[in-house]
């Protein structure tokens, strides 16, 4: 697949911003270049499937299918047993108004399903040309790492795609555990939470206690001395590059093996501006290596 270096998060829709204002960013996001959009059935509770249905209303009003990558997920609710997966597979193309599903991610695996009968059942929605390619997020290494060899093993469909909680104050998980999981096996990375829900943005200060997202609770958690330290080097590259630092966030993140398209949502055009990535340079890298060991 041959996907834009931003992907565009599809949490918002029907959550932070209503149908129109959706439009307005999905719009802005296709006219910037970008082809490849996230979301999952469970977007956004408890409004479960609402991030699908505006998506697939704004595909039927631009006639815009085809230039797209459509990636969801399932298994955040129900879990990940063939009956779910089968079941909601259809549920998920009724709301996307389509007849595949490009990127289909197991989206959570807390250990109660046999990971043979998850691999069965993902391949099952590819033989029936449902899915194109199979992806997982948050499945425990050790598990994925079985999924990945039964796969391969026995010629069914296999991740393809990772997508892993992973930006520059979220490091040590990612690439402790999962990197080397990636380069085995060749892996695409498409990393989430690449703001930090907003916090890499620079939008928030030392000192704030609150914003106007309900997201700011989980930004501000990362205000400590190594979050302060991480914005002060975001700010130096951006000045540097006069670029945003949303834009510096998520282009580290494509300096990192694998990587192939970091995932961040917007909630208005301007903000999606600033977030679409840009050129680093080794030394801008390092700088932010350090500032975020
Ligand atoms: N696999 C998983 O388990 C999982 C989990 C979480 C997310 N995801 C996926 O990853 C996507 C990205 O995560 P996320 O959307 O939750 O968080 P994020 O990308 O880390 O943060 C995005 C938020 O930051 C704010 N923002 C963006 N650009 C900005 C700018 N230029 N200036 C100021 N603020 C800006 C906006 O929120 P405010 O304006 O409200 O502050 C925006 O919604 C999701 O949409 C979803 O598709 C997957």
């Known amino acids: 697949m041959d996907v834009y270096g931003l992907c565009l998060g599809g949490n918002v829709f029907g ?15 296709v006219e910037a270049g970008g082809n490849f959009i996230d979301t999952a059935d469970t977007y956004m509770r408890p409004n479960q499937g609402i991030s699908e249905t505006i998506i697939g209303e704004w595909m039927a009003a631009r006639g815009n ?58 391949d099952q929605t590819v033989r029936d ?47 402790r555990d999962y990197a080397p999981i990636v380069e085995r096996f060749g892996l695409q990375v498409a ?32 205000m400590d001395e190594r979050g302060e330290r991480v914005l002060a080097a975001l700010n130096d590259v951006a000045a540097v590059r006069g670029a945003a630092v949303a834009a510096v966030a998520v282009s580290w993140l494509l300096a990192k093996p694998g990587v192939v398209s970091p995932i961040a949502s917007a909630r208005t055009p301007e903000q999606l501006a600033q977030i679409l990535p840009i050129e680093l340079s080794d030394d801008d890298i390092t700088r932010l290596d350090e500032a975020s060991a």
């Open 65 to 122: 299918r085809d230039q797209l990558v459509i990636a969801t997920k399932v298994g955040s609710d129900g879990g990940l047993s063939a009956e779910n997966i089968l079941s909601r597979v259809d549920a998920s193309l009724r709301r996307l108004q389509t007849d595949r599903i490009d990127l289909y991610y197991a989206h959570k695996d807390v250990g109660d399903v046999p990971v043979e009968e998850t691999v069965r059942a993902f």
């Open 191 to 222: 990393p989430y939470y690449a703001l930090a829900s907003g916090f890499l943005t620079g939008k928030y200060q030392p000192g704030d206690t609150g914003g106007d997202s309900p997201r700011a609770e989980r930004a501000l958690s990362y």
């Open 15 to 29: 959550w932070t911003i209503d149908r129109e204002q959706s439009f307005a960013v999905l719009d802005a996001y």
């Open 129 to 175: 040309g449902k899915v194109l390619h199979v992806a997982a997020s948050n499945v425990p290494p050790e598990r994925l790492v079985r999924s990945l060899e039964l796969a391969e093993r026995e010629g069914l469909a296999r991740y393809e795609w990772l997508q892993p909680h992973y930006n520059l104050v979220e490091r040590e998980g990612y690439e």
